[in-house]
């Protein structure tokens, strides 16, 4: 157990629609990254938040958006969802800004139908 | 060319083979991680590492800065290692290997 928590664990939706997936960080990390796993993209960096604050940017679409609020727990929002959205999606968390050692929360498994 | 460059893509061994995964990448950086990956989805990480080797166990990784390369070997392995290790590299924005699917038989 990494001490990351992701919900939900599984989301089933349909297109057009708008979903938002949450995760906790381990105890006093200030880091939260978001990551998308697709079979044929692979692993991709969304965005990552240090402090309440953005830090840095992947390949994120302009139809996804999030945020960390002051007790650190960040949201990932997905609008207009498209079939291609499916993927699995990461969260994880440091305890500073820099590079350092990355605890994985389990995903959650989107499906967009 | 992708900036990370994982070989092989899959790799089938016999239990208490040595494994190596190899791990090239064209951008600057300042650390190097070694992620594994097991069916049923969730991410660990095994090593970061920006010089040297590092061990862990049976699991060892090394890094070569000025040819951009680093790799990842297990030694006596087991079944138990069975699963994907990816290669991440980058400070804020992470770039991904595509990973090394590895099947140990028994």
């Known amino acids: 157990d990494s001490g990351v928590t992701q919900t939900p664990k599984h989301l089933i939706t349909a297109t057009g629609q708008r979903v938002t997936l949450r995760c906790s960080p381990r105890s006093g990390d200030l880091s939260v990254y978001w990551y998308q796993q697709s079979l044929d993209q692979g692993l991709q960096f969304l965005i990552q938040y240090y402090n309440g604050e953005e830090r840095a940017k992947g390949n994120i679409l302009e139809r996804f958006s999030a945020q960390q609020f002051p007790d650190l727990h960040s949201e990932l929002n997905l609008s207009s969802l498209e079939l291609g959205d499916s993927a699995l999606y990461f969260c994880?968390?440091?305890?500073?800004?820099?590079?350092?050692?990355?605890?994985f929360g389990p995903g959650t498994r989107l499906t967009v139908l | 060319k992708n900036e990370v460059e994982q070989s092989p893509q899959n790799l089938t061994a016999q239990e208490g083979e040595f494994i190596t995964i190899n791990c090239s990448y064209s951008v600057g950086i300042s650390a190097l991680h070694w992620l594994q990956q097991h069916p049923g989805g969730g991410i660990v990480s095994l090593f970061m590492?920006?010089?040297g080797k590092k061990k862990h166990g049976r699991l060892i990784a090394t890094i070569n800065i000025q040819e951009k390369h680093s790799s990842l070997h297990i030694t006596a392995s087991h079944p138990r290692d069975s699963a994907v290790y990816i290669c991440a590299v980058g400070d804020d924005k992470i770039i991904f290997g595509k990973g090394t699917r590895l099947h140990i038989l028994p």
């Open positions: 590492l920006s010089s």
């Open positions: 994880a968390s440091t305890p500073w800004a820099g590079t350092d050692t990355q605890y």
